[in-house]
């Protein structure tokens, strides 16, 4: 039987379709799992660790001093440089004397002379006494001769009295440090007119802030005041402080750790109606005079005893949804989800709650793990919220 042309076409294109298949499947390379993906892993870091409150609040001077004059007259010299630390009784300020010198040798000649007008006084009085045993002076005489002894008499009192006044006016025209401390910049030059007295409209000259110690104040709510109270219950009682002798930790704003220690020294009196807080008021040293009134703190007061508590850095919790967890590895190194409660921050290292003391966890490289895959660790140590890799494989 006759081959149709159609027939010899389609015999060789299935030969070369099959040869083509052929050749295709021996050169196609093999697919190959991806290896695991490296990871850093450690241990919870054991450490004791105490429960704390922490607010938010401003730092004030011990003493706040505002330097005005007593005395009025132009200012003729400043003794300081703006900023510069001042001990008490040093020299700030000198206000023109002469007006005030003049003042005291008039007040000690007004002195004299009512002191010659008192001996004249005196001597008269008593010649009037030995007349009057002669009949020579009349009683009316005599009584207006003890009259005038006694009234120059007051007039030496009073003039007397106008000299210390005269000389304590002329001591004020020298301005001295009334406290220790750092003072500020001087608000009037030299050769303006100052005006002082006691009472409003004086001239405020400059201002002085002590150093050492200072003083930290912040709110505390009512229910913290109240378990503030019940913990110093047992405590030496204290007028000041309610008998709340805390420990008390501080951190500036550009400060990682509670540096800072001090102690609570006063508790107001009243709970604020509108906010519902009580102003409290701790004290520090500050001998390097860096704390400064009106910056701003955190402090931080221990609530509790101290307990042994397992810390892990912040790099390795996870958040699913509101829940938070760490991975914990098993002995095949599968990573798996642990959900854990967060504490607060201690050293760098946050508290946790749900962790066992030998889990091992991912401190590092959590974007790279799916829950019930398997990684590949890398051992490494959680100091201080950063991580110190121990092995010599490179984490990317």
Same mark, same amino acid.
């Given at each position: 039987?006759? +081959?149709?042309?159609?027939?010899? *076409?389609?015999?060789?294109?299935?030969?070369?379709?099959?040869?083509?298949?052929?050749?295709?499947?021996?050169?196609?390379?093999?697919?190959?799992?991806?290896? =695991?993906?490296?990871?850093?892993?450690? &241990?919870?870091?054991? &450490?004791?660790?105490?429960?704390?409150?922490?607010?938010?609040?401003?730092?004030?001077?011990?003493?706040?001093?505002?330097?005005?004059?007593?005395?009025?007259?132009?200012? @003729?010299?400043?003794?300081?440089?703006?900023?510069?630390?001042? !001990?008490?009784?040093?020299?700030?300020?000198?206000? %023109?004397?002469? =007006?005030?010198?003049?003042?005291?040798?008039?007040?000690?000649?007004?002195?004299?002379?009512? &002191?010659?007008?008192?001996?004249?006084?005196?001597?008269? #009085?008593?010649?009037?006494?030995?007349?009057?045993?002669?009949?020579?002076?009349?009683?009316?005489?005599? %009584?207006?001769?003890?009259?005038?002894?006694?009234?120059?008499?007051?007039?030496?009192?009073?003039?007397?009295?106008?000299?210390?006044?005269?000389?304590?006016? #002329?001591?004020?025209?020298?301005? !001295?440090?009334?406290?220790?401390?750092?003072?500020?910049?001087?608000?009037?030059?030299?050769?303006?007119?100052?005006?002082?007295?006691?009472?409003?409209?004086?001239?405020? *000259?400059?201002?002085?802030?002590?150093?050492?110690?200072?003083?930290?104040?912040?709110?505390?709510?009512?229910?913290?005041?109240?378990?503030?109270?019940?913990?110093?219950?047992?405590?030496?009682?204290?007028?000041?402080?309610?008998?709340?002798?805390?420990?008390?930790? *501080?951190?500036?704003?550009?400060?990682?750790?509670?540096?800072?220690?001090? &102690? +609570?020294?006063?508790? @107001?009196?009243?709970?604020?109606?509108?906010?519902?807080?009580?102003?409290?008021?701790?004290?520090?040293?500050?001998?390097?005079?860096?704390?400064?009134?009106?910056?701003?703190?955190?402090?931080?007061?221990?609530?509790?005893?101290?307990?042994?508590?397992?810390?892990? =850095?912040?790099?390795?919790?996870?958040?699913?949804?509101?829940?938070?967890?760490?991975?914990?590895?098993?002995?095949?190194?599968?990573?798996?989800?642990?959900?854990?409660?967060?504490?607060?921050?201690?050293?760098?290292?946050?508290?946790?709650?749900? #962790?066992?003391?030998?889990?091992?966890?991912?401190?590092?490289? *959590?974007?790279?793990?799916?829950?019930?895959?398997?990684?590949?660790?890398?051992?490494?140590?959680?100091?201080?919220?950063?991580?110190?890799?121990?092995?010599?494989?490179?984490?990317?």
């Amino acid at each position: 039987m006759p +081959i149709s042309p159609l027939a010899r *076409l389609v015999v060789p294109l299935a030969a070369i379709s099959a040869l083509l298949a052929g050749c295709g499947q021996s050169q196609a390379p093999a697919q190959s799992a991806p290896p =695991p993906p490296q990871v850093s892993v450690a &241990k919870p870091t054991k &450490k004791m660790v105490t429960d704390h409150d922490e607010y938010v609040g401003r730092f004030i001077a011990f003493d706040y001093v505002e330097v005005r004059a007593r005395v009025s007259g132009y200012l @003729d010299k400043i003794l300081f440089k703006d900023g510069q630390l001042v !001990k008490e009784g040093d020299p700030l300020f000198v206000i %023109d004397r002469r =007006p005030f010198e003049a003042t005291v040798e008039q007040s000690k000649a007004a002195v004299e002379q009512a &002191k010659a007008n008192l001996a004249f006084a005196e001597s008269d #009085l008593k010649r009037g006494e030995s007349l009057r045993t002669g009949t020579t002076i009349t009683q009316q005489a005599l %009584d207006q001769r003890l009259q005038a002894s006694r009234v120059t008499a007051a007039s030496v009192t009073a003039q007397e009295a106008a000299l210390k006044q005269a000389e304590l006016d #002329l001591s004020f025209t020298e301005l !001295k440090a009334p406290i220790s401390g750092r003072i500020g910049d001087r608000r009037v030059s030299v050769g303006n007119l100052v005006t002082g007295g006691a009472g409003g409209g004086t001239t405020l *000259l400059a201002t002085i802030a002590s150093i050492d110690p200072i003083r930290f104040e912040f709110t505390m709510d009512e229910a913290s005041y109240l378990r503030y109270l019940r913990m110093a219950s047992g405590a030496e009682s204290n007028a000041a402080n309610r008998g709340m002798s805390l420990p008390v930790k *501080l951190k500036l704003i550009d400060e990682d750790s509670y540096a800072h220690e001090g &102690k +609570i020294d006063f508790v @107001d009196n009243a709970i604020d109606r509108s906010s519902g807080t009580i102003r409290g008021r701790a004290e520090f040293r500050n001998a390097d005079g860096r704390l400064t009134p009106g910056m701003f703190g955190r402090v931080q007061i221990s609530t509790s005893a101290p307990a042994e508590a397992l810390l892990v =850095p912040d790099t390795a919790i996870g958040t699913e949804q509101v829940r938070k967890f760490v991975y914990v590895l098993n002995a095949d190194n599968v990573a798996t989800p642990k959900y854990v409660t967060l504490g607060p921050l201690v050293d760098g290292l946050r508290v946790v709650q749900g #962790l066992k003391p030998d889990d091992t966890i991912v401190i590092d490289g *959590l974007m790279r793990v799916r829950p019930g895959a398997k990684v590949a660790p890398q051992q490494a140590e959680a100091e201080t919220g950063t991580v110190r890799d121990t092995s010599s494989i490179r984490t990317n």
